[in-house]
């Protein structure tokens, strides 16, 4: 076998930064790095474990799941411009994800491949948009400390995908770094928090009558969970969190519900005095739900500049760049040391007041699911109450769904911080290539990936449930079945007022055949009697190691 020395210096960054796993679909170029990894592995030294993907969309999603799950930076290997391009949207959804990503590519010498008007073909522009940095390597520049930016670029936060495109000579190189200086690890981390703004914060959150905070990815940091418990309950504030992950248990008094019927907009945003955004991506200050005039905004995140997203008219008046890991915690003892015992007693009687009405809400919504129980077609929440049934407080939930997802977000709990993870992006198929990658992080707890049945399709099924098997990581796939693009046939109807304009999936292939057909075990159910049993005889195939599939018919939308 071949000496690479360039490679050798990939590993290595990839070594130093902590990525266990190396997410391929390979091309010519990809050979020395795969023997490469093999050797290294072989002798006992150390390399990130290969992860064949039959198509370069599960393998950027896999990475993204597996980040999730993790914490830890991923690598992902791809065929020249060829494998950037079938990554595709999964991209955007990594770039939104805040994924610390390097992913790298070959390039054959720009001069062989000069665009329409005689300059030269510039790779990195097909991922420009999405990406934090991209850079293609020239002669005479440093492999080693190319790596080393990358990662330390993609993991400083806010986190992203960062591209490198690698010309084959320096790839095949059989030398390896050249600086004299070692490279080193740099990830940046955000500023402590100015006390004077936590101080303006933490007034106006004590004056609010109606505060509410919301939540975007604060959970990325476990930790964090228990300490916006303490900050909440010190408030007596609700907590709005997106399903991204968990930032805040649904289980809690305090967490912020809509009646089942809920329209359009959100009610509680439209008459909250006082919002407190936690890493919030989000908007909160346009669309359905209209802000009050004089609401006061306190917006704390690692990512103040929000590069990339659009305006939606935030106007936060105190912007608090930081760690919430590290603020929220601070900021609670702050607003303790500032209330008085008059105060503590009215957000005493406050938290007493939302606990009841977060219950009686939690009781309409598990009402609603049982008065469906015997409907068929089945529901989307008749079958979202058997998965909450069915599961541990350890399972991990990896969620997708997209008509049904407010039914989700209610109808299964977690307490857990870490054991709910979903797609920020808005590409759809995202699931069983994020479970891929989440049982590859996490290989003791069991994982359930939702998703409809559009996106069982988007997500490359044949290609995730083929390394699931071959690698042993082993999920269970529920596909919200509604037969056709819900969401979509949603907005036909509420904007145009017709019923479908083709957006119906009408003769579905057979799914189970597809999981079957990739060694994994397939059911199908439309029968609501059958939904509970049909949850544990997959589950109890995962358990028992193969990856299952289960399809449930549920009503169209
Ligand atoms: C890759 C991609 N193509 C198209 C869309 C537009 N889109 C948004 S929601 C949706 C329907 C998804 O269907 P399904 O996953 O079955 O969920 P449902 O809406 O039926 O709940 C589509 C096609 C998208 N977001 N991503």
Known sequence: MEEYGAVNTII?????????????????????????????????????????????FVAMTAAHGNYMASGKPQAVSVHSELGVLQIG?????????????????????????????????????????????????TAGEDI???????????????????YLAVPRETLWSKEASRTGRPNQILIEKPPAADAALLNKAADILITAENPLIVTGYSGRNLNTVVSLIELAETLAARVMTADVRVNFPNTHPLAAYLPPAAGFGNPLLAKADVILAIDFDMHYASGPSQL??????????????????????????VLVKADSALVIPTLTGIIKEKLNKEKASQLKKRYKELAAEHKKLNDEWRYTAICQSGQKPITANWLSRCIDEVIDDDTIIVNQTISPASIVAHQIHR??????????????????????????????????SLMGDGAFIYGCPEASLW?????????????????GYGAIKGLFR??????????DITTPPDYSLIARANKAYGRMVDDPADVPAALKECLAAVRGGQTAVLDVKIEPV
């Open 292 to 317: 009050m005039l004089a609401v006061k905004i306190v917006h704390i995140d690692v990512d103040t500049v929000k590069k990339g997203a659009p305006l939606w008219g935030r106007k936060p008046d």
């Open 144 to 162: 080693g400390e190319a790596f080393y930016k990358a990662f330390s670029i993609a993991a400083s936060e806010p986190c992203g995908p960062v």
């Open 467 to 483: 390394s699931a098997g071959f690698y042993k990581a082993p999920f269970l796939a529920v596909i919200y079945d509604n037969q």
């Open 89 to 137: 949207g999964a991209l955007h959804n990594a770039q939104w994800g805040k994924v610390p990503v390097v992913f790298f590519t070959e390039i054959l010498g720009t001069a062989q491949r000069p665009v329409w008007n005689g300059t030269s073909f510039d790779q990195g522009s097909m991922v420009r948009n999405f990406v934090k940095w991209d850079h293609q390597l």
């Open 415 to 448: 307490t857990k911080p870490g054991t709910l993870l979903s797609c920020a992006g808005g590409c759809i198929g995202w699931a069983p290539g994020a479970a891929l990658g989440v049982k590859l992080a996490a290989p003791e707890k069991t994982v359930i």
């Open 494 to 503: 509420e904007k145009f007022d017709v019923e479908n304009m083709g957006a």
């Open 12 to 56: 290595e960054a990839c070594n130093a930064y902590g990525v266990e796993f190396l997410f391929f679909n390979p091309g010519i170029d990809n050979v020395p790095l795969l023997e490469t990894v093999s050797r290294f592995r072989v002798s006992g030294r150390k390399a990130p474990r290969g992860i064949l993907c039959l198509d370069e």
